[in-house]
T-cell receptor, first 114, second 114 residues
Framework: DADVTQTPRNRITKTGKRIMLECSQT?????MYWYRQDPGLGLRLIYY???????NKGEISDGYSVSRQAQAKFSLSLESAIPNQTALYFC?????????????FGAGTRLSVL | AQTVTQSQPEMSVQEAETVTLSCTYD???????LFWYKQPPSRQMILVIR??????QNATENRFSVNFQKAAKSFSLKISDSQLGDAAMYFC???????????FGDGTTLTVKP
């Protein structure tokens, strides 16, 4: 089983709909992240969380919200989806100690907003 | 804020040959981590190699090695004996030692010709 699991793998939705992307991990890491990848661009950070009570905005948080339900779960919500939120979304975890900030990624969620 | 620049959107290499992917970064920190990640068509992000800034010795992982020039803020990836399975998009990434989160370049698409 994957250490970082994202659901769904693919999603098509309509403009104005609320959707949630879910991420769960079995690595035992406190730190979790949501990134967005657009064609020709690298990954850009949307939100990150260093523990259940510590949630921080990344560089492109507008239009998104997150919830850290437990150490193992970190969800990303689009309250009212718009077409320019069509992208590939990645969840990741890291361990600043032994892991030396290596990011461990889920398989990604491809989201299309029509 | 840190920035990461990959100046080669696309590169190609003949199978069994050597190729070097370039990356430069900007930071005011003295200690940090640098990474190369690979994203094959499956879209899974996979760590290729990691370098700790305080270590002068260049990191090596089998056919993959880096040329880390701290003063020049340069971090290139050399792939020796290129294989068809090396075809992917490669991302250079920076992480401060205390930040946890990573900043990514825009990626280089590597094509391997048989």
């Amino acid at each position: 089983d994957a250490d970082v699991t994202q659901t769904p793998r693919n999603r098509i939705t309509k403009t104005g709909k609320r959707i949630m992307l879910e991420c769960s991990q079995t690595k035992g890491h406190d730190r979790m992240y949501w990134y967005r990848q657009d064609p020709g661009l690298g990954l850009r950070l949307i939100y990150y969380s260093f523990d259940v009570k510590d949630i921080n905005k990344g560089e492109i948080s507008d239009g998104y919200s997150v919830s850290r339900q437990a150490q193992a779960k970190f969800s990303l919500s689009l309250e009212s989806a718009i077409p320019n939120q069509t992208a590939l979304y990645f969840c990741a975890t890291s361990d600043p100690g032994a892991g030396k900030n290596i990011q461990y990624f889920g398989a990604g969620t491809r989201l299309s907003v029509l | 804020a840190q920035t990461v620049t990959q100046s080669q959107p696309e590169m190609s290499v003949q199978e069994a040959e050597t190729v070097t992917l370039s990356c430069t970064y900007d930071t005011s920190e003295s200690d940090y981590y640098l990474f190369w990640y690979k994203q094959p068509p499956s879209r899974q992000m996979i760590l290729v190699i990691r370098q700790e800034a305080y270590k002068q010795q260049n990191a090596t992982e089998n056919r993959f090695s880096v040329n880390f020039q701290k003063a020049a803020k340069s971090f290139s990836l050399k792939i020796s004996d290129s294989q068809l399975g090396d075809a992917a998009m490669y991302f250079c990434a920076y992480s401060g030692t205390n930040a946890g989160k990573s900043t990514f370049g825009d990626g280089t698409t590597l094509t391997v010709k048989p």
